[in-house]
């Protein structure tokens, strides 16, 4: 749901839109295969490059092909913030996966890489929708004005 509001949120075409999520849960499901993995070490990193390579793309439409869609779109201010907030966050993902008892097992609580994980999830997430929609509730103009650009009805429209 990040994605597809950063997406829309810079107003990305279609087609670029659905490979970033669509890495974004290729992504997902390798980390979960890694983290999975106990009968072979190589198959369970293997497992996480594969991950990572689909993070790449993820970060690489984030950081480089996005924000101009956001400047054209008029909505780039927010968007960086955004951007910043989940790319510098998501990044602790596999830095907790790698150092943790999955990975490395330099740290060896299972508690605390949960703990870890917990905290990412809760700041990634409810951090982004207070600041989205804080400034939705700002720029209820503009808002309104590019969903009756888009689908030709405007907010409050039944």
Known sequence: MILLALGLLADVDRGSLFT????????CVTGLAAALVTSSYLFRWLFYLVSCAFFVVVLY???????????????????GT??????????????????GVEGFALVQSVGL????????????????????LRWVAANE?????????????ALGDD
Not at 20 to 27: E, G, R, S
Not at 89 to 98: C, K, M, Q, R
């Open 61 to 79: 439409a984030l950081l480089v092909e996005w924000p101009a869609d956001a400047a054209a779109a008029g909505t780039d201010d927010i968007f």
């Open 20 to 27: 970033v999520i669509a890495a974004d849960i290729a992504m």
């Open 113 to 132: 890489t949960s703990w870890g994980y917990s905290a990412l999830d809760i700041l990634a997430k409810y951090v982004f929708a207070f600041l989205l």
């Open 82 to 99: 955004l951007r910043v907030l989940t790319v510098v966050l998501w990044l602790g993902y596999p830095i907790i996966w790698a150092v």
């Open 141 to 153: 103009g503009t808002v309104g004005a590019s969903a009756g650009a888009t689908s030709g009805a």
